[in-house]
């Protein structure tokens, strides 16, 4: 039996403005791709995606890296189904495969207070990676809890909750080809859920 879809649903109507359009995040994470190529001179890498928000982000880099790859996925989260980070981190998905003596980079799709990514970098320093990087499609201009060390940039961005690309509001707009902003209104008017 088919899926009914509505049919007027616009995610656009949703967002308050256009962060990053489709054509500048395919520019920047090719620019990214040979940055990385260059950085890892003909070494063969791991990237370990941050579930779910980086999936999108991750395929794209992978495929703008002219290195032998390994991809492997970790989901860790510290939203606790809101907008704003809860302050305690949990692991849901651990790697599959060792990492020991790898050259890893860790693939975040946005970095908020530092707080999910300072835990997942201890996690996975203390498996003996040959080394360690972070790669963040999106860092947010605001204070950290956290010190963090992003090695890859892609966009510096100001403090707002943003969607698309990827990152969600209650598992809806990942597959926006934008980074917006998401109204208020949208998720001040509704129950809490799931963030990226």
Known sequence: MPVSVPTTWNPQDDIECVLVDAERLRNRVRELGDE???????????LIGVLKGAVTFLVDLAREIRLPL???????????????????????????????????????????????????????????PASLRVCG???????????????????EIPDRFVVGYGLDYAERYRNLEFIGVLRPSIYTNSAPAAGT
Do not use: H, M, N, W
């Open 36 to 46: 990385i190529t260059r950085d890892y001179g003909g070494r063969s890498l791991v």
């Open 137 to 155: 499609l999106l860092v947010k201009d605001r204070p950290r809890t956290e010190q963090v060390d992003v090695k890859y940039v892609g966009f």
């Open 70 to 128: 390994e991809l492997d996925f970790v989901a860790a989260s510290s939203y606790a189904g809101g907008t704003e980070t809860s302050g305690a981190v949990r692991i849901r998905k651990d790697l599959d495969d060792s990492i020991e003596g790898k050259d890893v980079i860790i693939v975040e799709d946005i970095v908020d207070t530092g707080l999910t990514l300072q835990r997942l970098i201890g996690t996975l320093a203390g498996r003996k």
